[in-house]
């Protein structure tokens, strides 16, 4: 190269002195592409000439105006030359290029790469050569709107695109496709040529409009789709004969770690923007497209209870998220046959253990209802609990508590909780209530009962009954019943403690709301001021002046409301024995004088008493029996006389013969009376006689009787072929009566009516107007909290309001309008 710069008006001069140094630059044909190198060759010295060649030839203001000048009339300071050069330059990288020589030995993947890291490397030196020429001319020309004009490094790869790279993308992109097939395979390959060449791809992706602008059309043209494409082939491929050799089980690992790979560790090759198309692929074509096989393995995996592949099935299939509702689903049906087919397994279970410890061969003919009906409500109660427990375990350690399947587990618990063998048998009418209400009320009573034995007690919590109760579409039911069971414990004292009662009342409260437990906490606040009223009768009798305690015996009233408990008045003709009389008038006095306008109305049928019976043998202490108010009226009888008939028990006492049968039942079982002639027909015959057992022989000196009161003795006795039971229930009147959960179906029935009454006039007063389906629907929405509402339910309530002009049908036979 010459010392001598050239002349900067010589165009040829000039290029002739830069045109080697490109050459340097660029490298020739085998020149190693070391950056080193070009740094060598180029030289403070040459670089400093080259550039200023350049800068002189561009900024000279002594040539005139030639060819190139596009207007003659511009001020001679404002020509900015250098089309001529950039024109040159052009020529001279387009020939450069097309001069490439493969070898013979290396295939044209990496002929390209080899010579792409050369000539880029050259491009980023030979863009800092011209740089004053990008400054000025290049950036005055696209100021212009010359978008076809470029800086110097852009010029170099928009040149080897169209030379070097247009014509064989195709062949290109093919090897590159072969290597990523072989590592695929197993095969070592020379990723840094893979990953150069797909590079090259993002980086010949040019805007002509905006440099800047990262433009990805010829990557995503040119790579994208045809990998993807191939990506799908192989992997639809791969994965049949996979499937056709091995188990889903060992498919769903396998598909993972195929993902797994694709995403981590190639992803070394392409763009970012490939990501998102790619997982989509491998989703279509590894989970989708086996969905079928995939949701059975799921089943079999449920099965198994295998946690740990229960997961990877749904950290699978949870890619593509149109899968999980369809997997949801069949983890909500799984759920529920699991429900119910553990129910059924109970029951079995229950039935068996019945006939094999049972003694007497009769109990074989035992109808399978009255089975069901021993069913003890802890079994029950836990049976429901452990399968939610199961699954609510499943949910959070391999569905990551995923709300679709939160929902899952507690649909198919709302469902098998409330609907199984047990809890509505075959043939049950579609009306009916389930029994599960009924049941978790009883284990209810049990947790909170003194009586209950320690071992039944043992893992048995207020937890539970909550647990359950969430799943309870009957809570009304629930509440009916737990609302007898709770008067039990608080008339006869049972309960374990004040405190754990008030817990459950405030949980329940909490779980739906105040009205749903406000009969509950009126029934406390009852018993309450009971006790109140108990301490003033005490302080009042024992400050009258004829007080003894033979007179006044100790009492403990109960004041109720009426609307609140669930006992229904009876008027019973019984005559209260003269030992009572003293205490229930001035007792009466008392609460007429504290309360004036009040009505006491007695529940006698409920009432329990102590008694102390001197009927041992001599020298033993008396005995002491909790019996009935009707069983006291009974045994009082007997001071006087040891044998009594049945004529004369109902003479003295005005108890009708149903009550004192009843009555008598558990005395006779304890040998405290004997029954002469014997036998439960003869029972209830008014020449029946009845001794008392002098002296009484008993282990234990507390008895207690009132607990074995049989009230349904004459049911029993008229639907038998006994003709003097039949002709007493004809000449009585009285009719079969109702069972008590027959009582509570019919109370819930009537309150259920109301309920929805209330509802629709409340919606109706405030539409005015409504459509027939939307008043139904709104009716739903309301009751869901308390009970499940039949669609013909809420219409008996609809007509029951028309019929009293409450709500009045509108022309077009849709519709109903509430009159106000």
Known sequence: MSDVLPRSDDLDATWNFIEPVISQILGRDGTPSLAKRVDKVLSPTMYMEVYTAIYNYCVDKSRSSGQFNADKQESQSSILVGSEIYQRLGRYLRDYIKNFEKSDNESFLQFYVRRWKRFTVGAIFLNHAFDYMNRYWVQKERSDGKRHIFDVNTLCLMTWKEVMFDPKSEVLVDEILKEITLERDGNIVQKGDVTMAIKSFVALGIDPQDLKKLNLNVYIQVFEKPFLRKTEAYYKQYSTDYLTTRSVTEYIFEAKEIISREEKAMAVYWDDHTRKPLSETLNSVLITEHAPKLES???????????????????????????????????????????????????????????????????????PGSLLNTLPPKDYVKTLLDVYRTFRNMTNECFQNDPLFAKALDNACRSYVNSN??????????????????????????????????????????????????????????????????????????????????????????????EYTGKITKMFQDVRLSKVLEEDFDVMIKGLPDYTKQKYPELQPFILAETMWPFSYQD???????????????????????????????????????????????????????????????LLQFNDNDVLTLEQLQEDTNLSVQNIAAAMVPFIKFKLVQQLPPGLENLIKPETQFRLARPYKALKTKINFASGVKNDVLNVLASSSDVHAQKLVAATGSTKELTENERIERELGAERQIFLEACIVRIMKSKRKLPHTTLVNECIAQSHQRFNAKVSLIKKAIDSLISKEYLQRCDDGESYKYLA
């Open 297 to 367: 393995e799921f089943i079999v995996l449920l099965d198994s209870r295998d946690n740990g592949k229960i997961s990877a099935v749904y950290s699978l299939m949870q890619r593509d998220f149109t899968l999980l509702p369809r997997l949801a689903s069949s983890y909500e049906e799984y759920i529920k046959r699991c429900g119910e087919s553990e129910i059924s397994h109970l029951i079995s279970v229950h039935k068996a253990s019945i006939f094999n410890n049972s003694e007497d061969q009769t109990s074989n003919k035992t109808k």
């Open 421 to 514: 063998e047990f809890a509505l048998p075959v043939g049950t009418p579609r009306s009916a209530t389930s029994k599960t209400p009924e049941m978790l009320a009883k284990y209810s009573d049990q947790l909170l009962k003194k009586s209950t034995k320690p071992e039944v007690a043992t893992d048995m919590s207020i937890d539970d009954i909550m647990m359950l109760f969430k799943f309870l579409t009957d809570k009304d039911a629930f509440e009916s019943h737990y609302r007898r069971l709770f008067a039990k414990r608080l008339i006869h004292g049972t309960s374990t403690n004040d405190s754990d009662e008030e817990t459950v009342i405030q949980r329940l409260q909490s779980e739906n709301s105040m």
């Open 572 to 634: 019973v003709d019984f005559k209260l024995p003269p030992v009572l009389q003293p205490s229930y008038e001035k007792l009466e006095e008392m609460y007429s004088n504290k309360h004036n306008g009040r009505v006491l109305k007695w529940l006698w049928p409920l009432c329990r008493g102590e008694i102390r019976a001197d009927i041992g043998k001599p020298g033993r202490p008396p005995f002491q029996f909790t019996v009935t108010l009707f069983q006291i009226s009974i």
